[in-house]
């Protein structure tokens, strides 16, 4: 009698070899103790441990965040820091996205225009943000420093001087490079941005594109808010996308070029921006304004505002056509390209 094939035999197969990241947890003993984290070197990583940290001093509560001055201690050296934590009455009611907040902090590349993050640190549910600490000025009082020598009445010679021009060109450096990574900056002031030993202006808490509505909403209610620097719809609609960051940017460069100078032509700006009456007489001096490119930022249909790019494109064109002060290096060519980040228009299209 004929015997068909043998049947295949069974065989289970390997189980590949996986290597544990450091957030990867193994079974050990058969005690209280169930589950352990396996660490490997994180000596590169942005993670430090609690016992790192030494919280010295309580700064100024804001109406979000929480804020200690610290020090962290690596290897080799100590270093003094910016601890930030969300309020968490404000994360739960607000609905703020924190912890993708963070994640994506920790993606972005270094760069000269944002506070450099140096990591995290979580006790408890407590979520830290770990900032360099810069010994700096606001911009607000660095403007605003040896204003009264200014005497033109329509300052036909503004932004003459390097350092105005370079810090107009770091903000708007600085705006469109949040942009392009998915974060917005309603609260954008002159108070907001810090001005380094170095010259350098250095932006700081801005948030996610999709926490900023919640974060209008905030702003708005708080007693000393200047809403100068809030576009007609965050003020009526707490709306806020790219092109109100726009305007926001475009009164603090406005600040930045004029100082206290022209305030009545930007008050009227802004009030037509934001729907005055058309019997508003128009001033005699806007003729005089310089930097006309600013105007458009002020548009009640945001859709008519330019893009940040486009912006800062005219501001470095507006100093280039000057042959009284040198061109800041950021204006000589325009090579600022993202290394990741993605730029979209008030549209939601993308471009790269």
């Known amino acids: 009698m004929s015997t068909g094939p043998a049947p295949p ?7 590949p070899e996986k290597r544990l990241s450091k957030y990867t947890r193994a079974i050990v003993d058969d005690n209280e103790h169930y589950y352990s984290t396996m660490k490997e070197d994180v000596s590169n990583e942005k993670l430090f441990s609690r016992k790192d940290i030494c919280f010295i001093l309580n700064m100024n509560t804001g109406s979000i ?14 270093k003094c820091v910016v601890l930030t934590a969300m309020k968490e009455d404000v994360m739960k009611k607000s609905g703020f996205h924190w912890d ?8 972005l590349p270094i760069t000269n225009h944002i506070t450099h993050i140096e990591g995290i640190c979580i006790e408890e549910a407590t979520l830290y943000v770990v900032h360099e600490h810069l010994t700096c000025e606001v911009l607000e009082n660095v403007i605003g420093y040896g204003q009264q020598e200014r005497e033109s009445k329509f300052l036909d010679h503004l932004i003459l001087d390097t350092k105005t021009s370079s810090y107009a060109t770091d903000v708007l450096d600085g705006m469109e490079f949040i942009q392009s990574y998915g974060f917005l900056h309603p609260g954008l002031s002159t108070k907001k941005v810090l001005v380094t030993g170095q010259k350098i202006c250095k932006l700081y808490d801005f948030c996610l594109r999709e926490d900023a509505p919640a974060k209008v909403k905030i702003i708005k209610n708080k ?6 620097f809030l576009a007609p719809e965050a003020v009526q609609r707490s709306e806020y996308d790219q092109t109100s960051d726009v305007w926001a940017t475009a009164v603090v460069i406005w600040r930045i070029l004029y100082k206290d100078n022209m305030t009545e032509t930007l008050d009227f700006l802004l009030s037509r921006g934001h729907g005055a009456s058309s019997e508003v007489k128009k001033l005699d001096n806007i003729n005089f304004v310089r930097c006309e490119f600013l105007f458009d930022c002020f548009a009640t249909d945001c859709e008519q505002r330019p893009s940040m790019k486009a912006l800062r494109q005219s501001l470095c064109q507006e100093i280039n056509h000057s042959d009284t002060y040198e061109v800041p290096a950021g204006c000589i060519t325009d090579n600022y390209v993202p290394m990741k980040g993605q730029l979209s228009d008030s549209n939601g299209s993308i471009s790269p």
């Open 9 to 15: 035999t069974k065989k289970l197969p390997d189980i």
């Open 223 to 228: 007693v000393e808010s200047n809403l100068e």
């Open 100 to 107: 993708e907040y963070v994640k994506r902090l920790l993606d």
């Open 65 to 78: 965040y929480n804020r200690w001055m610290g020090t962290i201690s690596t290897a080799d050296s100590k």
